[in-house]
């Protein structure tokens, strides 16, 4: 019942994010990637779509270099889903792109915070489930603490795995989330948006009346949307935030 919730709760979001970014132009550009070179164009899968439950994931890794190296990517698969892997430090991080992207438009984030000391997983389906099979995956090979980081459509589906299990994420950090929520923990949150974007008031809403002690919303000038807003003027200094963000309260 859990599973068939998330699955309905992911497609209303989809559909939101859809409606909020699709008449944005500051939405992410389809097949980019925030380092400036051509990613693997692709579309995010349907939500639901790898049925994964919770306590029941296998993965597989093929990889031309070591996982404990930050700048190696290793391909896995998780309950049969396609995603990616670097690092292998003690704190466990977990990447849901936006609509637009795929799991490789987070490389350049992804070393830099596995390079900090963390191991990173981006997921290829941004359901819901796909993103707890991603956490259990973490968990199962060492990595009890998983902060969950999303932007746009992945954010929403972070969102709904938060409000519906909110004891799993050990903190969250969002760039534009497009619908506000109730029911999440009390975990640590950042939310990141762009002030002049369609959804730009939805971070500030969030980290105002979600429940915790350490809530943070950073709005930014600007129309840049989610990952786009890596490619912008301070996109640097927005990524150092979340390092230090995730070294603070993963420590």
């Keep these: 019942?859990?599973?068939?919730?998330?699955?309905?709760?992911?497609?209303?979001?989809?559909?939101?994010?859809?409606?909020?970014?699709g008449t944005d132009g500051t939405d992410e550009a389809a097949?980019?990637?925030?380092?400036?070179?051509?990613?693997?164009?692709?579309?995010?899968?349907?939500?639901?779509?790898?049925g994964a439950t919770p306590g029941s994931v296998a993965a597989s890794a093929s990889s031309s270099g070591s996982a404990g190296s930050a700048t190696t990517m290793q391909r896995i698969t998780i309950d049969g889903s396609p995603a990616l892997r670097w690092g292998?430090?003690?704190?466990?991080?977990?990447?849901?792109?936006?609509?637009s992207y795929d799991a490789i438009s987070w490389r350049r984030q992804a070393r830099a915070i596995a390079a900090a000391g963390n191991t990173v997983v981006a997921v290829e389906d941004i359901s819901p489930d796909a993103i707890a099979a991603a956490v259990r995956?973490?968990?199962?090979?060492?990595?009890?603490?998983?902060?969950?980081?999303?932007a746009s459509a992945g954010a929403d589906a972070t969102l709904a795995l938060a409000r519906a299990?909110?004891?799993?994420?050990?903190q969250l950090i969002l760039l534009s989330p497009t619908v506000p929520v109730d029911g999440?923990?009390?975990?640590p949150k950042l939310f990141i948006a762009s002030r002049d974007e369609r959804v730009g008031g939805v971070s500030p809403e969030l980290a105002r009346t979600a429940?915790?002690?350490?809530?943070?919303?950073?709005?930014?000038p600007g129309k840049a949307h989610a990952q786009a807003i890596f490619r912008g003027p301070r996109g640097a200094e927005v990524l150092q935030t979340i390092i230090d963000r995730l070294a603070r309260f993963g420590s």
């Design 31 to 50: 097949g980019s990637d925030p380092t400036g070179s051509p990613a693997p164009s692709s579309s995010a899968p349907s939500a639901g779509a790898t």
């Design 88 to 99: 292998d430090g003690a704190y466990g991080v977990v990447l849901a792109h936006g609509a």
């Design 211 to 220: 429940p915790g002690s350490q809530n943070r919303a950073i709005v930014l």
């Design 137 to 150: 995956f973490l968990q199962d090979d060492g990595h009890p603490r998983v902060a969950l980081v999303g």
């Design 165 to 170: 299990q909110p004891d799993l994420p050990d």
């Design 184 to 187: 999440l923990g009390s975990e």
């Design 1 to 21: 019942m859990r599973t068939l919730v998330l699955r309905l709760v992911a497609l209303v979001l989809v559909a939101s994010t859809a409606a909020a970014c």
